[in-house]
C-alpha cells in the first residue's frame, strides 16, 4: 500500500543540495594560497547536535561550540590554517569574536553561531584576516552547487582531496536531502590532525532524536577510523537539520530508519575518505571483529589492532604477519580465550584457533598488494560484531609527520 | 661506627662475576650463524621472582614459568630465534621437554628449571636442535666471564649490541654482586619483539622479599620503556638469589635499602640500553613528569606521550612541538588542568600553563639534535613524578618493520 522507500545517492551534488543550505569558501590569508574560510547558513533556524573531541585539551571553539549546541542554529563559521588551541583567555575572546562577525553580516543572534578552526596549535588567530575572510564569505554565499565545493575546499589542511558525500531519502511524504563534507585526520605541518564533519539535512526532526541517531553513527563511522591513534584538540562532528523539506521524521518509523540509514551511510562514506587521504597512507584496513560477546569489547579489539604499529608496518610490508594481529588482540585489555581466534586476510585464512595454519602465501600477498584490504578477526565467542578502519604506517609518514614546523 | 655502604660499578664484568652463577651461550642452528641458546645456572637452589607479559596471548614458556616461579630455581634455558608462541598444546610440550632436557644434563629436579624463548611466532621448536643445543651449552658451563658474555649475545634477537650491567654492593657483613643481562623490545623479523632481562645476585634474600624488590623496581623501569607501545607473548624479566655470597639482606635495613637501590640501577641501565637499541632508534627520550597529584597518573601520562606516533615522529624530525606533547597528555585518560601545564625540552621552557611562550628555536634545536634528549612536564598539580624512556619513529622503524617475512 505505502509506496516504498527509497534512496538515491547523488555524486554530483555538493551540501547545498541540502534545501536552504548556502556555503561560501574565500581565501582569506590563513594558508599561503588555498581557499582558508568556510560559512555554512541555513535559511531557517536548524536542530543541531554535535560530537566533540574526549581530549581534555579543548580548543576555544570546541568550547564555545559545546555551550551552544543545544541552540537553534544559523550557521557554522570554520577556518582553516589555525587551530585556535592552547591559546588561553585569548583564545575564546576570538572565537566568540569570529561568531559575532559573522552574526554581524548576517544579521543573526551571536548565539546562534557555531564556529570551528583547526590548523596550528598555540598560535593566535590573526583577527584581521578571519574578519575580512567572514565578511568575503558572506557576500559569496549561495546555493549553488561549487559554494558547496568551496566550503568542502576552505576547511581542508593537509587533505589532498574534498570530502563530500548527498543522499537523498525519497517517503511517500516527500523526499529529503542528507549531505556531509569533512576534513581530514591527517596533520597539518607542524601540528596535530583535526577531524571535522558538517552534515546537513532538509528533513525536520526533533533535536533530541537527530542528536541521538547522529551519535549513534558517529561512534560507528568517526569514532571507529584511526591513523595513528592520537586524538586532536579540535575534532568536531556537526549535524543541522532545517526542515525545510516538507517531511518529518519521528521515532520508530521507516522513515526514522531510513534516515538513521542514510545518516550512517553518509558518515561512513566521509569516515573512510578521511582514512583512505591519511598521510602516506598507501593501504585502506577494513577490520572486522566477529564472534564477540559484546559489540564494546568487538570495537576495543578492533580498534587497538588498527592502532598497533607492528600492525600496521606489516600491512604496509604486504605481510599476512596474523602472529601481531593477534598479539596486539592480547592487550587490547579486553577478555577473551586466544585459543579460539580464528584470522583471515580477505578470503585467505591464516589462522585458526589462535594457532598457525598453513595458507598460500601467494594468495594471501595478492589480497595484501590491494590497495583495500579486509581482515576478519572471529573471537568465536558470542554474536557481536565491529567494524574499524585504519591505515598502515609508512616511510611517507614518517616523512610527512617529521618535517619542521618552519 | 658503621662502615659506609658503599658501591661500585663493574664495567668489564659479566653476570657470572655473581657467585655461583655459571653461563653458556651456543649456536644450535635456530639462527643462521649466531649463538642462539643460553643456559643460566645457579650452584645452589635460589630464591627467584618473575615478571612476565600482561598480554593475553601468553608463549608457552610464560606459562610454564608461571608455574615454577615460587619453587627454589637451579637453571634457566633460553633460547633466541623462535618464540614458542601459539603453538598450543605441542607448544607446552616442547617448554616442559627444554626443562627436562636441561634437568637431565645437569641432573637437576626438572621443576627447578625455568625456560624462556623469543623469535618467530607460531612455528613449533625444533626440539633436535634445542636438544643438542642443551646438551651443547652444558657442556660449556662456565664461570668464566667470556661464558656470561656468550649467554648475553645467545639470547640476542634483533639487537646490536649485547647488554650487560654488573654492580657489587659492599656493606659491613661482606659484599654481594648484583648483575643482569637483557634483549631488546626490537622486532625478530618477523614477528614481535621481545623483552627478556636476567638478573642473578649471590645476597641471600627471602623470596617474598625479592619479589616485592623486584616487581617495584621493573615497574620503574622495564616497565616505564616503549618503543612502539606493542607488548609481547614472551615479555619476562626473572632474578635468581642463590645467597653465595655471605651477606643477607632483610627488610627495613640500610643494607636492604642499598640492594633495593642497586637492583633499581641495574634495571634501569638495561633498560634504557633496550630502549636506545631499538629498531631505527635516533632519538633516547627521557620524559620526566613532575607536579603530578599521584605516581600512577605521572606514570601513565608519561607513557602515553611516548607512545603517541604524532610525538616520535616530531622527535625524530628534532622538531619543539609541545602541542604535540599537550595534546598526548590530553588522550591518556588521566584527569589533568591543561591550562597549569610546563614544558621543557631540556633546559629550554617551551610551553607555559598550557599555551605557547616565546623560546630560542636556536637553543631548542640544539637539544633537540643530540641522541638524548631530557623533557619534563609540569602538571603543576601536586608532588609525585614519574620518568619514562622512550625513542623517536623514524624512517628505519617502518623498514624494518615491513621487510616481509621470508
Chains 1, 2 share one sequence.
Not at 575546499?153 to 531519502?169: E, F, P, Q
Amino acid at each position: 500500500m505505502n509506496k516504498a522507500l527509497t534512496y538515491l545517492k547523488l555524486d554530483q551534488e555538493s551540501i547545498t543540495a541540502v534545501r536552504g543550505i548556502k556555503a561560501a569558501g574565500v581565501h582569506c590569508g590563513l594558508k599561503k594560497s588555498s581557499r582558508d574560510l568556510a560559512l555554512f547558513y541555513s535559511e531557517s533556524p536548524a536542530a543541531a547536535a554535535g560530537v566533540f573531541t574526549q581530549n581534555l585539551v579543548q580548543a576555544a571553539p570546541v568550547l564555545l561550540d559545546r555551550e551552544r549546541i543545544n541552540n537553534p542554529i544559523r550557521a557554522v563559521v570554520v577556518n582553516s590554517g589555525n587551530a585556535n588551541a592552547c591559546t588561553g583567555e585569548k583564545g575564546m575572546e576570538d572565537a566568540r569574536q569570529m561568531a559575532d562577525l559573522a552574526a554581524a553580516q548576517l544579521h543573526l543572534p551571536p548565539e546562534q553561531i557555531l564556529v570551528c578552526s583547526t590548523g596550528v596549535i598555540g598560535m593566535p588567530l590573526p583577527m584581521d584576516k578571519i574578519a575580512a575572510g567572514i565578511a568575503s564569505a558572506a557576500q559569496s554565499l549561495s546555493g549553488e552547487r561549487q559554494a558547496g565545493l568551496d566550503a568542502a575546499a576552505a576547511i581542508l589542511t593537509t587533505d589532498t582531496v574534498t570530502k563530500t558525500v548527498v543522499y537523498r531519502g525519497d517517503l511517500p511524504s516527500g523526499s529529503f536531502t542528507l549531505a556531509g563534507t569533512a576534513k581530514g585526520a591527517g596533520m597539518i605541518c607542524p601540528n596535530m590532525a583535526t577531524m571535522l564533519a558538517f552534515i546537513f539535512t532538509d528533513a525536520a526532526i526533533s533535536r533530541p532524536l537527530l542528536n541521538s541517531l547522529f551519535r549513534e553513527a558517529v561512534d560507528c563511522t568517526f569514532n571507529a577510523i584511526t591513523i595513528d591513534g592520537d586524538t586532536s584538540t579540535n575534532d568536531t562532528a556537526l549535524i543541522l537539520a532545517n526542515g525545510a523539506a516538507s517531511v518529518e521524521i519521528t521515532e520508530g518509523t521507516p522513515e526514522c530508519d531510513l534516515f538513521a540509514r542514510l545518516l550512517h551511510q553518509v558518515c561512513q562514506e566521509l569516515a573512510v575518505m578521511i582514512v583512505s587521504d591519511g598521510e602516506g597512507v598507501t593501504k585502506v584496513i577494513t577490520l572486522e571483529v566477529t564472534g564477540a560477546p559484546d559489540a564494546a569489547a568487538a570495537r576495543t579489539l578492533a580498534r587497538t589492532v588498527l592502532n598497533s604499529p607492528l600492525v600496521k608496518t606489516a600491512f604496509y610490508g604486504e605481510d599476512a604477519n596474523w602472529g601481531r594481529i593477534l598479539a596486539a588482540l592480547g592487550y587490547a585489555g579486553v577478555p577473551f580465550d586466544p585459543s579460539r581466534v580464528d584470522i583471515a586476510i580477505g578470503p585467505v585464512r591464516v589462522a585458526c584457533r589462535g594457532g598457525a595454519i598453513p595458507f598460500d602465501e601467494a594468495e594471501a600477498k595478492a589480497v595484501l598488494q590491494q590497495r583495500e584490504i579486509k581482515v576478519t578477526v572471529n573471537l568465536n565467542a558470542g554474536t557481536a560484531t565491529a567494524t574499524a578502519w585504519g591505515t598502515d604506517l609508512s616511510h611517507d609518514y614518517v616523512s610527512i609527520n617529521s618535517s619542521y614546523r618552519s
